[in-house]
């Protein structure tokens, strides 16, 4: 695999993933799976903390849930959360919890 199709693998994950994420926490912003979720998206823009996010918090989700956590956590390894894509999701996330 080249660099380029790692990068458009990365990006169509960031894509379905972010989208996910956004999808849920604008469908009920405060449920427990939303601020799980939303905790764990702010925890990965932080790289200078070293993403301390409580891996117990897991447990909460259903098999589903912990999928698209892990999908997160795989788009931050592979330097996907930033860029434009990471952005505009984060501010869609931001906007729905203020909102709520």
């Known amino acids: 695999m080249t660099q380029n199709d790692l990068i458009n693998v990365l ?49 909460d989700l259903s098999a589903e849930h912990r999928a698209i956590a892990y999908e997160l956590m795989e788009l931050m390894a592979g330097n996907g959360n930033q860029g434009e894509a990471w952005d505009a999701a984060l501010q869609a996330m931001d906007k729905a919890i203020k909102r709520g």
């Open 11 to 59: 990006f169509n994950m960031s894509e379905t993933v972010l989208q996910k994420v956004v999808d849920i926490i604008k469908a009920d912003p405060h449920s427990g799976l939303s601020l799980n979720l939303y905790a764990l998206v702010s925890t990965l823009r932080m790289e200078k903390s070293g993403y301390m996010y409580m891996l117990r918090k897991l447990r």
